[in-house]
């Protein structure tokens, strides 16, 4: 992907703004050396940016580091978009502390320690003597501290804005990059979102003659079955009535099942080879997709920011397909949608609340340890949850059941969501190693890894032409349109009561209730959005019911929806209509596509593990 | 004192489950991997027919390094699906220092014994208890441990894993083949009797074309009843020929059945000729969207030597606003009747 480099981007930005004051805004996740700082983009949409984090799990990470060029040297103000995240529960010092150095001197400021919330921290003023700078990051404590942006100005009169769209309108108008959005293409079809679903749709419209643009906002494929979320394949393929479809998820998913693994288990890599080796797809990875134009009930364009340089790329196409998770795209375009629980009435479903409610399920914060040959220190941290040994779980692993934020909104609290999820992990791990009556057994046990990027399992759910219901799963009513099978059972999960005793109102573990379904194909009405003509859905976004959703939310099933998509978008090509046409007039060529399968029919079946609990009759 | 009296309750709690199985022959014997064995017994019913099949187990089982032996009466039904257990008088279950079973445990032993989902009986027997030293940490997550405990009696783990194991293992694929060696007509409806989607699959799965044309009511009342993909999968395995004799029941049945069973039934109607009124219905059911059900009745319905049917199919297809695909049209059009100044009016798709 090309840059514009920084230090053009910073002085052409400079001369436009003032000609005699300098004011320069830098990035820290436009960084040159991340050091052992991580890009975290998660909640960009909230608080405006992505940003640089110091996710040591205890221990200081290594500096980041860039270097700036001023126009003129002399004396600027420093100020640092920062925040405390830690304080909102403690008090009592700041998880995430950190320096800013100055030619590896560091100014006075320790950041990362006041406002709870995103701002502007004034870092005092620096003497500027070369025109040529070297800036770091200086992590203090190994736990989260992070930093957006830095200024520095010269300007007596000027004060960084903390308004969330006057941000965005002054970053905007600094790096120019909204002006003139690289133009990319032409595609038949745009995939936003580079998990399971995304990945496997974009394969299956390339191999079936489609130009596909697939964009995902991390650096890697997989979304929950990446690396960085690690959460392992669920759900079962092969099924009927589609017996081909989830070829392509045995071709391109991990071999190895495991939730909280090391990091091989999921085989990033074999996702990303098998993208790259398609011809029709040009891969964005980094590239968080933001904004859309719409004209007549279709989206026309939708623009994505790069992840690390701010960049902004705009893609056209005739059919789009969100398989965000999130529901992004369909939420920007104004797509109907649905979130939290429907009441009984809504739907008539059994399982429903009789009052509908903002419950979702939650998201994971995985993590585990390892045991090393000595004895392995970790921070007594002051700011964790207050724990004694009731609360403590004496364990070196931490499942898909440690899951938080249900009843919270899993896009504008998603920031505290993954915080406390993290929060607590930490919160345990230094009470087992520090103040734990077993504390010993600890002794030699180091964390080895907890989630930065936390495993999400419900958002938006986009309404379609129908919205699956718990009905139509536990009395197997099948319509014509079924496409991918579910097969999971309907799986909820509820915050854990016993931790919930704990820790009233703020549960961060989860216990899951399961009810055992045959095969259910998923019909495309489900699979497309009801008001916006050319978008498609797969994945945990599409048109089913809170109880629906329990269990088309399985990674294996949103694969096969993918692949269907994907079917769907070469039906669109070819036909020269939308989704809803497919339905109507030409859903015998999907359905012939979809006995034919895309993925590759001759290697061996791997996909053997977490397969869940089915009312089909499996053989022996 | 306390102990015999907790034992004579037991008993009375039990006694009830002691029926003396009518064993009137000997099946097969079942070889233990630990190299123990049992002998099963069919088990029939007052007409003579089999019903189930029986057997005394006699186990050595060990918790903590302390074995002592097990003697209940297994129970399976026809097709080897674990049924229930029963006690044998004097021969109690209890559990790690003799500690004997309360009326909860036997019950939750029924419970394990009848669940093929367990997860603890998946773990190899030398991994079930992690033997670490008592200050180490437990491999395990907090998850996993938790489930097994939940799955199994506290103090008889073994008791439950060795159990289960005899119950779901060599014994049911010997069961099923020895089913299968005596698999009559009275047989198979006694196998569709269990109303089991197992039964029914296994029925579906090894009777031959021979057996399924003299069995067709039975499995035709299965197919009006399936559930799941039941009945989809059993058109499929069924020779074309018990449809030829059997329009009616597709008559009467066919708007019923799902999308899918309908897509299957029309594949075995391929090689079949069709009455008239079968041929009236499909084209009744023809949708106004279009489908691969909607190719498949067309190109049935082209085969047909019935003018009117023809005329009927034309009607369907201009009324629904139904695009045939290009090769149906041809056909249509290489047809003579009365209904080709009609055809104009039909759409077309590739």
Known sequence: MKRLPLLVMLLVANICLSQKFTTLFVEAESFKNKGGWVVDQQFMDVMGSSFLMAHGMGKTVEDASTTITFPKIGTYKVYVRTRNWSAQWSQVEAAGQFQVLINDQPLERVFGKDNPKWHWSEGGTVKIMAKETKISLKDLTGFNGRCDALIFTNDPNFKPIEDLQKLADFRNNYFGFDKNPKKVGPFDFVVVGGGMAGTCAAISAARNGVKVALIQNRPVLGGNNSSEVRVHLGGRINLEPYPQLGNLVNEIGPDEGGNAQPKEYYEDDKKLQAVLKEQNIALFLNYHANRV????????????????????????????????????????????????RESKATYGEPTAPEVADNLTMGASVQWFSEKKNEPVPF?????????????????TKGDWEWETGMGLDMKLDFEQIRDY???????????????????????NESLKWVAFVAGKRESLRLKGDYVLIEQDLTEHRVYPDGTAPTSWTIDLHYPDPENSKLFPGAAFKSIAKHVKIYPYPIPFRCLYSKNINNLMMAGRDISVSHVALGTVRLMRTGGMMGEVLGMAAAVCKKENTNPR?????????????????VGKTNIPQKQTYNLGGTLLNVNK | MKLSLAFLILLGCFSFLWIPPKKEGFAFEIELKNGGSFEVFEVKNEMGGLEKYTANIQA??????????????????????FMNYEMIDGEPLTKLDHVP?????????????????????????????????????????????????????????????TLWHIAHGAVVDSIEQHTLKKLDKVLIEQVAKLRKQSANYFLINHLTDKQFEENTG???TLIKEGKGY??????????????????AFIIAHYPHFDYYTQLALLNKLNSVVLNEPLESLLIENLSSRNSALNQKITTLILKTTHQLILEKLVDQLIQKKIALTTTAYQQLESLSGSFRDKIKEIEKVN
């Not at chain 1, 999820?421 to 002794?443: C, D, I, Q």
């Open chain 1, 421 to 443: 999820g993290m929060l607590a992990v930490y919160s345990n791990w230094s009470y087992l190693k520090n103040n734990a009556k077993n504390k010993e057994k600890f002794a």
């Open chain 2, 218 to 220: 039975v499995v035709l």
């Open chain 1, 581 to 597: 046409g497919i339905y109507q007039n030409y859903f015998a060529e999907l359905e012939s596509l979809m006995q034919k399968g």
């Open chain 2, 230 to 247: 039941f009945s989809k999968n059993a058109i499929e395995k069924m020779p074309s020929s018990v449809f030829q004799k059997n329009q």
């Open chain 2, 101 to 161: 079973f309360l009326p909860k445990d036997y019950e939750k032993l029924q419970l394990i014994l009848t669940d093929k989902d367990l997860s603890f009986v998946k773990i190899p027997a030398e991994e079930l208890v992690v033997k670490t030293p008592k200050d180490s940490v437990d491999g395990y997550s907090g998850a996993t441990k938790e489930t097994i405990k939940k799955e199994i009696i506290e103090g008889a783990l073994y008791t439950c894993y």
């Open chain 1, 379 to 395: 921070p007594n941290i002051k700011w964790g949850l207050p724990w004694d040994e009731e609360k403590a779980e004496e364990i």
């Open chain 2, 60 to 81: 050595p089982v060990c918790e903590e390094g302390v074995c002592y032996p097990i003697s209940l009466i297994f129970n399976w039904n026809l097709i080897g699906e």
């Open chain 1, 293 to 340: 134009e719409i004209k007549e009930g279709n989206i026309e364009k939708v623009f994505a920011t790069n992840i690390e340089t701010g960049e902004k790329v705009v893609f056209e196409a005739p059919l789009f397909a969100d398989c965000t998770g999130d529901g992004t795209i369909g939420y920007l375009a104004g797509a109907e949608y649905m979130t939290g």
